[in-house]
């Protein structure tokens, strides 16, 4: 599978644990209202302030730090990681958790999370499950397993997922990832008629959803006129090549593309795994019927972290014999296969970004058979609860430069004196010595690294811009020509960044000093954030004639 590196389209759709807004009826489109808003020019504005998840993360991994078997700190970390966009930190995060504590609700749920957005449904599905045995809340977290189920291509029963998260919550983006999802099982016009009120709001992350939409309908015209909407000429060019891809990719791999930005190689295109097409052929697919509330259970959408008395009581829980409801679950897993994929040799498109891990209570499962068809229910409005707000990670965010930030007390980083005995100590021997000499001889790859690390070695910047190296001493004049006095003392730099590169300035001597200059350079009505590069990081100085 190829996943493609942003190419200036921005981050894709965004994920979030929420619900949606009311249900959408059968209604007819208005198609003069569709016609006029892709006649306009999408306006997109950057943002660039402290993504939602920052503050968590440098508060979770400071705890980290210093207890590393803290498992509330690391699922902490985890759900930060989420909404930072980096499911793979994630991952990481709730399996060391849930190797400290197995068999928690809360951490179970967090890595079938993590585990779906590293576009894994199959083990996902399983966890899901496990969590929801656990005492997790389900609505809490059906956003995510609905698009385990669209990564299976079976959207029919994705949209009764969708339909039970909007009872926990309302979010533009689980209402635009349900209207994807409409859209890729041939219901064009509910889709549309969901995307209309944010379109007319303007918002970034529905036009995206609509310019793919429209690419794997066919319509690559309009999706062409979206995209050119949001990107200079240039990164609308290449963004063509993979909307003209979308009309020939199965479902489930057009519903990888456009929510997690994955597409496949070319000589899988409109062929999916032998995994999925074994899923599909075990599975039926239920009808699409967005309005239907038949899983919506009863009780608080939401309650507060499990208790460690909870936790225990479920782990205590002596085995009974299973009833029709674990039978079922039973069946589905045993059609899903549940041993992980081999990580694809990709290219990534960074058109995904994330959800916060709610916090789960318990509550009674609600099976996850897809094999039979959900009957008829009588559809009814359900008012939106409170919005919860969206937050998307900045361009250039990096987990390293969160965890650069975090700022210890210089008496908490003091090591503890031990005393040693110097009687103890044990003379070096001559031939001790001759070993050592000999080992001290370094191979020429290892000089390499260490002369390319000793050039580069760990700083502290601020980014300013990115873009093609070429075209960086423009844009260093053009912003030192607006504020000469608050650049007077920096020099421009610029360091690789996938097919571009990063303008920045600096060094800074410590984080504090970082943020001050970020902080009055956006006073100035710039856009900037702080980063931290990594030993052997290459940044060269920028000449600017």
Avoid: C
């Amino acid at each position: 599978m190829t996943i493609l590196r942003s190419l200036g389209f921005g981050s894709a759709l965004l994920f979030s644990a929420g619900g949606l807004s009311p249900a959408v009826h059968a209604q007819a489109v208005d198609e003069s209202a569709l016609e006029a808003l892709d006649r306009q020019t999408p306006a997109v504005v950057p943002n660039v302030a402290e993504p939602a998840g920052a503050v968590e993360l440098r508060a979770a991994m400071r705890r980290i730090s210093f207890n590393p078997s803290d498992a509330d700190a690391l699922a902490d970390a985890g759900n930060a990681s989420l909404l930072l966009g980096d499911a793979n930190a994630a991952l990481n995060f709730f399996t060391r958790a849930n190797a400290i504590r197995p068999n928690n609700s809360r951490i179970v749920s967090g890595l079938a999370i993590a585990t779906v957005r590293t576009e894994n449904p199959f083990e996902a599905l399983r966890l899901f499950d496990d969590a929801v045995r656990l005492g997790a809340n389900e609505r809490s977290i059906a956003a995510d397993r609905a698009l385990a189920f669209d990564l299976l291509g079976n959207f029919g029963r994705a949209q009764q997922d969708y339909q039970l998260a909007r009872t926990a919550a309302s979010s533009d983006d689980i209402i635009i990832r349900q209207a994807v999802s409409l859209s890729l099982a041939g219901q064009k016009e509910q889709a549309d008629a969901m995307l209309v009120p944010l379109l007319q709001r303007n918002s970034p992350t529905a036009w995206r959803a609509r310019a793919f939409m429209l690419a794997a309908r066919g319509d690559l015209r309009e999706s062409n006129k979206v995209a050119q909407g949001f990107m200079d000429a240039a990164s609308a060019q290449k963004m063509e090549r993979f909307f003209r891809l979308m009309p020939n990719l199965t479902g489930a791999q057009q519903a990888a593309a456009i929510h997690l930005g994955h597409f496949p190689t070319s000589q899988s295109v409109g062929r999916d795994s032998e995994q999925v097409r074994r899923v599909a052929a075990t599975a039926q697919q239920p009808a699409v019927a967005p309005n239907q509330n038949r899983l919506i259970p009863s009780g608080a959408p939401l309650g507060t972290k499990p208790t460690a008395a909870r936790d225990a009581k479920s782990e205590a829980k002596p085995q009974s014999k299973p009833d029709r409801k674990t039978q079922e679950r039973t069946e589905v897993q045993a059609a899903v296969p549940t041993t992980p994929r081999p990580d694809p040799v990709v290219a990534k498109v960074d058109l995904a970004a994330t959800v916060a891990g709610t916090t789960p209570t318990a509550q009674e499962p609600v099976s996850l058979a897809a094999a039979t068809p959900p009957q008829p229910a009588p559809a009814k409005i359900i008012a939106a609860p409170t919005a919860v707000p969206a937050s998307t990670a900045s361009a250039g965010f990096s987990l390293d430069a969160i965890v650069g930030a975090i700022e210890i007390p210089e008496s908490e980083q003091r090591p503890s004196e031990v005393p040693v005995d110097l009687k103890k100590l044990k003379p070096v021997t001559p031939k001790a010595a001759a070993d050592a000499s000999k080992a001290a001889k370094i191979d020429p790859k290892a000089a390499a690294k260490a002369k390319l690390e000793a050039a580069n070695p760990a700083r502290i910047w601020v980014q300013i811009a990115t873009g093609e190296a070429s075209g960086l001493g423009f844009d260093y004049r053009k912003l030192t020509k607006n504020n000469p006095i608050l650049f007077k003392a920096q020099k421009p730099w610029t360091s690789p960044w996938g097919k571009t590169a990063r303008l920045l300035v600096g060094p800074f001597p410590d984080v504090k000093a970082a943020k001050k200059w970020e902080g009055e350079f956006k006073k100035a009505g710039g856009d900037a954030f702080m980063w931290k590069s990594e030993i052997g990081v290459p940044v060269n100085a920028l000449n600017v004639k």
